[in-house]
């Protein structure tokens, strides 16, 4: 039988993931500005995505495409 606790860290992600909107797109190098403000990531992705694309990024690689309409909400805990 395993911990209930270590089951559910086992669900978290392993690298956290920021929400960016594409600055620059040279597939399959992209530049992208992190919302919250902590600058400029360079990314890699074999998808291809838009400039002005708002996506997830983790790990220096863009995960999905990001909902870009409504309010982003930064919680600590």
Same mark, same amino acid.
């Given at each position: 039988?395993s911990?209930?606790l270590?089951?559910? +860290?086992g669900?978290? =992600?392993?690298? =956290?993931?920021? +929400? $960016?909107?594409?600055?620059?797109?040279?597939h =399959?190098?992209?530049?992208v500005?992190?919302?919250?403000g902590?600058?400029?990531?360079?990314c890699?992705?074999?998808?291809r995505y838009?400039? $002005?694309?708002?996506?997830? +990024? $983790?790990d220096?690689?863009?995960k999905?495409?990001? =909902?870009?309409?409504?309010?982003? +909400?930064?919680?600590e805990v």
């Amino acid at each position: 039988m395993s911990n209930a606790l270590q089951r559910l +860290i086992g669900l978290l =992600p392993k690298a =956290p993931e920021f +929400i $960016g909107t594409i600055t620059s797109e040279d597939h =399959p190098n992209y530049k992208v500005l992190v919302i919250d403000g902590s600058g400029l990531v360079m990314c890699t992705s074999t998808t291809r995505y838009n400039l $002005g694309a708002t996506v997830f +990024i $983790g790990d220096a690689e863009i995960k999905r495409l990001a =909902p870009s309409s409504g309010e982003i +909400i930064q919680i600590e805990v």
